[in-house]
């Protein structure tokens, strides 16, 4: 069967080629805050289940498909065209892993309880402003169809015991986002914060945390910064070794 991008669509090639991603042209489309979140996931290289909710178009399953072979991927989109492009990414690329079309709002409708060693999200970040208009772009950036609260409680929902989230998210919102973990038995337990250069403010944050654990303990990455430079023109070297860690398959854990 032969995998083609729809007329509104593009392939584009990424990690130097190693990755084929059909994206919408004027849709949504991924950023680096999903590579991003992809290289902060550190697993044990074991057989396991992860799922990615609201997966877009597949782009984090892709990723860490590069850096784990044993990990069963799923993933699960409410909109039709990206539900879409998530399964023929899968597809195209040769990723052995299952994409279910639905609501996280509802996941008891489509998985049973504990059914996951991992969770991950790039969930949409910001409230939607008035009158916005509810197209695909929107969607993925505005929390019109589930809020970070329906996140939580719908990862909360599929982890086994002591199972692990991995999620970014706007700085701005980090106590917000800490307080929902808690209210939902997930404790954090590892954090990284995402710089644009060195001489800025962090604009969002990486989080891990494991259901049922037990305060303390946490720790704080040092900073990844992106750019080198004020103009934002060139990664840093850091984020230009990510990629090529992408790019090689290396693993971690």
Do not use: C
Not at 6 to 26: A, C, M, P, T, W
Not at 81 to 95: G, I, Y
Not at 146 to 169: E, Q, T
Request: proline share 6%.
């Amino acid at each position: 069967m032969e995998i083609k991008p729809k007329e509104n669509e593009s392939i584009d090639r990424f990690i130097r080629g190693k990755l084929q991603v059909i994206q919408s042209r004027n849709g949504y489309r991924f950023n680096v805050d999903s590579v991003f979140l992809a290289d902060f996931v550190k697993l044990p290289d074991r057989p396991a289940s992860l799922i990615d909710l609201g997966t877009g178009n597949g782009i984090i399953l892709l990723l860490l498909s590069l850096k784990y072979k044993n990990l069963k991927l799923y993933g699960v989109e409410l909109q039709e065209s990206l539900f879409s492009q998530a399964w023929r990414n899968l597809q195209l690329n040769k990723v052995k892993g299952q994409v279910f079309k639905g609501d996280i709002r509802e996941i008891k409708r489509i998985f049973r309880p504990e059914t996951f060693d991992y969770v991950v999200f790039n969930p949409p970040y910001h409230p939607p402003p008035e009158g916005i208009k509810t197209d695909e772009k929107a969607l993925g950036r505005y929390e019109i169809e589930g809020s970070l609260k329906d996140f939580v409680k719908a990862a909360s929902y599929l982890l086994k015991p002591k199972g692990r989230l991995f999620f970014v998210y706007p700085a701005t919102r980090l106590s917000q986002a800490v307080n929902l973990l808690t209210e939902k038995n997930l404790q954090p337990k590892r954090y990284r914060f995402v710089h644009p250069t060195l001489g800025e403010k962090a604009t969002h944050f990486l989080l891990e945390a494991v259901k049922g654990g037990k305060a303390g303990g946490e720790t704080v990455e040092k900073p990844l910064v992106v750019y080198d430079n004020p103009d934002k023109k060139k990664y840093t070297e850091e984020v230009e070794f990510i990629l090529e860690k992408f790019h090689e398959g290396e693993k971690d854990g």
